[in-house]
C-alpha cells in the first residue's frame, strides 16, 4: 500500500466526448509543472461520443511511471461503469464520485473511503449554460483533487490563464468551477488525503509530450517536403502536428508559398506511392500510417526495396488484426514490418521507446534511407505516439548535414564515361543513383522487374541473383547504422531481458523489484533492425534471456530466432497484448511465473 | 532558339528541332511488344511530339504502370528518366514524382486495365488533384501481357478471340473523366499519328492533367471481327470531333488570327490551341454541351476522337498548394530546418 508523499496512481473513469480530456491533461500537466515524475495514460474507446474512457496517472518520486494496476484513487465520473471502477480501487483507496444522484448501495464497499462531491448540482447552481454545465463539471471535480492531492494551485490558475489566454470569459468560468471543487472539498474533506504531491525538482529540464507530436518534428528537422497520408488513428496525429509546423515554419515569410506539400491521398496504397514517387526525384518524403496501412503498403515497399528508393514509413502501433482495437495498443507490426511484401524483401526497421526516441530516430530514418536507398519503417506505438510523455528536453546540433547517400551530381555524372545504376557499389553496397533533370547521362529507366547489375532488363538467373544477393548484403551492412542496443548490466545477474519500444519504462521498474527480491537480470533494449552483433553476442552470454514485448505471438522473440544463431530454448516469452500499455506487474509476474517452473 | 536558320532537311529524320536535335534524339529502345501493336504507333508519335516541342530529353520522365503499354517508355527518349513501377500505381507514384519536382514534364503511360480496373481510383484522384502531366491510356479493351482477358473498356457485346462475348458494362475514361471535373479530355487513335501529335502536344502545354485515351488495337488478342477495338471497327466507327492546331508560344502573329469556325484557346504556358470543329456548333470548352454530344453520338455507336475537351483556368497540384516555383527537391536544407534556438524556443510550450 502507498502512502504519503509522491507515491500513488489516480484513474478517473468518464464518458467519452464530454471535455474530461481537457481537465484529466490539465491535472497531469499541473503535477508535471511541480517537478514530480509522473505519467498520464489515456484508455479511450473508438467512438466519439458516450462510451467509457479513463484516463491514469501515475507519480512517482523515484521514476517508475509504467502503468500502475491498483488505484489509490478513482475519479468514477461514468454511472455505466462504476462497479467495474469502485472494485479497481485498492484496500484502503478513495473512490470520488458525483453525490447529485445517490450511489447505488449495492456498489458500497467497506474497505474503501468514499469522496461524494455533488459535481452536476455545484454546476447547475453556478452556470447557466447547459454545455457549460456539463463541461464545469470536470473541472470542478480537478478542482477537488487540487485539494485532496494538494497540487499547487497557483500552477492550475497559470496554466488556465495559458489555455485561455484571450479568452476571458472561459478562463472565469474554469477559475471559477475549479474554486466550487476545491471548495467543497476542502469543507466536507479531510484534505490532503494520506498521499499527496510535494514540489520536486526531477522535470528540470525535461518537458511534456506526445511522440506524434516528436516524430512529426523529426521529420520537420529532418527536411522533409513532400508527406502523403491516409487517415488513421492512431497516426492522424503525426500528420497534424506536422501540417501545424509546417505551417509556422515552413511558409515563405516574402512570398507567401509553402515549402512543403502534404497529400491526403486516397488510400494507402497511394500513399505510399507518393512518398516513393518523390523520393525517386530525390525529395526527402514520408508517410505515417499504422497497422492496416502497412498491409495495403506491402506491395509498392516491394517495389521501392527491389527498384532502391527511398522511403520512410511511421507506423504507429494499434492493436490488430483487422480493425481490431484501433485506440488500443499493441507492437504486433513487427514482423510484417521487418519482411513486409512479396518475393526476397527486409527492411530497416528502427524501434523508438519515448518521444525524445521518436524525434531522434524520425531523422534517422531518413538519413538511413537515402544512405541506403530503401524504405526505413519506423515503429511507434499508440502509447508512445498519443500519450504525453515527460522527456527529456530534445535538442538540434545545428551543424546536422543530411545524409542523401550517393547522388551523383551533373559534374559527377559529366565526368562518368557511361552510367549504370547498379554497378559501382560501395563498401555498404550501395551504388550510386541519378536523379532525373540533372543530366542525360544519367538517365535510366527504374523498374520492379528483373534487373542485372547495370539497371538492364533481365530473366538470366545468375544476373538477377547477383542484383539481389547484393540488396542482401546491402540490407545486413545496416546493422552498424541503425541505433544500438540500450544495455544495462547488473551484478550477479542470471539471466538477460530483452524488449523493445514503450515496454522499456514497466521492464526498467521490474527489473529492480526482481533485483530487490535478490533475482538480478541484465537488460537489452533493441532500437533497430537488422539486428547489431551485440544483440546476438548478448543473447549467447546468458544461459536464457526473456523477450517481453506486446503481441501474441512473440513477434520480437521469432526475429530473434530468424536473425540469429541463438538456439530457441534459450530464448523465453513475456507477453501482453491486450491492448493497455504494459506495467511492471506484468512483466515481474511473468518472469516469476516461469522461473518457478 | 538558334539565330541561323537551318537548311532545310530533305530527309525528315535529319531535320533538327530548337534545341539542334533531331527526332533520332527522341528515340529509346528497340520494342519488344509484337509487330503491329498500336501501342508501338503511339509511341511514334510520342517521339514526334516531344521532338516538335522541343523537349529537352533530360527534363522528361516516363512514368508507367504494368502491362505491354506500361513497358513502352522504354522504347523513346533515350536520356529521359523512366519508371516502370507496379499495375496500377502510376498516378500516385507520378503525383508524389511531381509534387518533389514540378520542373520536369511528365509523361505517364498506361493501359485500360492498369487504368481502369486495378488503378482507376488512383487515376481520378490524380484527375481530381490535376497533376500537372499527360496521362495516356492505351486501351486495346483486354489484358494484353497476361493474355487477352476482358478489360473494363471491352464493350458488352464485343468478342474474344476464342468468340465469347462480353457481357459487362465498359468504363469509358472520357466520360468518367468530364464526369469529374478532368481539366483536358481528349480521345485518339494509334493509327491516326496527324491526330495525335497536336493532341500530345497540347497536353504538354496544359496546365494541369491531361488525358488522352487512345484506342491502340491488341492485334495479338483484340483485333478480330467480332471485337470493337479492331483497327477495322475503329476505322468505321470514328468520327473526329475536332481537329486541333497547336501554335507554340514563340508565334504569337499566327495565334491572333481566328478565322470563323475556329475556336482558339490560350493554354497555361502562352501557346494557342486552335479548334477547327468538325460537327456545328460543337465547343470544347463546355463542359455540359461536351457530355451531352458525346452521349448522343456514344448511342449511335459512334466513337468520338479529338481534343473533346479543355479548361485552362483551374490550378495545378503546386498551384492549390501554393507551392513555390522552386522545385521543392531544390529548397536547401537550410531552408527547412527551423534550428536548435527554434527548437528551445518551441519547447516552451511543451511544460
Ligand atoms: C498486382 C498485380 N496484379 C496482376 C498483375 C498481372 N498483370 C500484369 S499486366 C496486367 C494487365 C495489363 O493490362 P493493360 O493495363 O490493359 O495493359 P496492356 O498489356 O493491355 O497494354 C496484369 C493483370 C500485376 N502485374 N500486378
Ligand atoms: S499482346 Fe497485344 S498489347 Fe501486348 S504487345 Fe502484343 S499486340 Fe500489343
Ligand atoms: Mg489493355
Redesign the interface.
Known sequence: MRTGVNDFALKLANVNGTGSASANGLLM?AI??MGIPVSGKNLFPSNIQGLPTWYEIRVNKDGYTARALDYDLMVAMNAQTYAQDIREVRSGGYAMYDSSWPLDRSLAREDIHFLPVPLAQLCNEHFRDPRERILMKNIAYAGALVAALEIDMAIVEELLAERFSGKKAMRESNRQALRLGYEYAEQNFNCPLPFRLEKMDANDGK???DGNTATA?GC???????A?WYPITPATSVMDAFRQFCAK??R?KE?????????Q???E???????????????R?FTSTSGPGISLMN??LG?AYYSEIPAVVIDVQRVGPSTGMPTRTQQADLMECAYASHGDTKHILLLPANPAECFDFAVKSFDLAEKFQTPVIMLSDLDIGMNDWVAP??????S???DRGRVLSAEDLERTPKFYRYSDEDENHVAPR???????K????????GHNKLGG?TETPSEYQQVVDRLAKKQKSAANYVPLPKIARRAEARFGVITIGGCEPAVEEALDILAEREIPADYLRIRGFPFHKSIEAFLYEHEFCFVVEQNRDAQLRSLLILETCVPKDRVRSVLAYGGFPLSAKNVVDGILHQLEK | MPSIAKPAATHPSLQRNQLGLTIRDYEGSMSTLCAGCGHDSITAAIVRALWEVSMH???L??MSGIGCSSKT??YFV?????????HG?M???????????R??TYIGISGDGDSLSIGL??M??AIR?NVKMVYLIENNGVYGLTKGQFSASADVGSKSKRGEPNQTLPIDPVMLALSIGATFVARSFSGDKEQLVPILKAAIAHRGFALIDIISPCVTFNDHSGSTKSYLYTRQHEIKATEADFVPPEKPILAAISPSGITAVTMHDGSILHFRSVPANYDPTDRKRVTDYLLAQQSKGEIVTGLLFVDESVGD??EV?????M???H?P?S??????S???R??QE??
Open positions: 500537466q508535471f509543472r518537458i511534456l509530450i518534428l520537420l528537422y529532418a527536411g522533409a517536403t513532400v502523403a515554419y515552413r515563405d512570398t507567401g508559398r509553402n515549402n512543403y506539400l502534404i497529400i491521398a486516397e488510400d496504397l497511394a500513399a505510399i506511392g507518393m512518398v516513393i514517387g518523390a523520393c525517386w526525384n530525390g525529395a518524403a506491395e509498392l517495389l528536453r530534445l535538442t538540434w546540433d545545428d546536422y548535414q543530411p541519378s536523379l532525373a533533370g540533372v543530366h542525360e544519367g538517365a535510366y529507366v527504374t523498374r520492379g522487374s532488363y | 530529353p533530360h527534363m520522365a516516363k517508355p522504354a533515350n536520356g529521359a528518366h523512366g519508371f516502370n513501377s507496379a500505381r498516378p500516385p507514384i507520378a503525383t508524389g514524382a511531381s509534387a518533389a519536382n520542373g520536369l481510383g488512383h481520378c484522384h488533384r497540384l503546386h498548394n501554393q507551392a513555390p516555383d522545385p521543392l527537391v529548397v536544407h531552408k527547412l530546418c527551423p534550428g536548435s527554434e527548437l528551445e518551441l519547447q511543451f511544460r
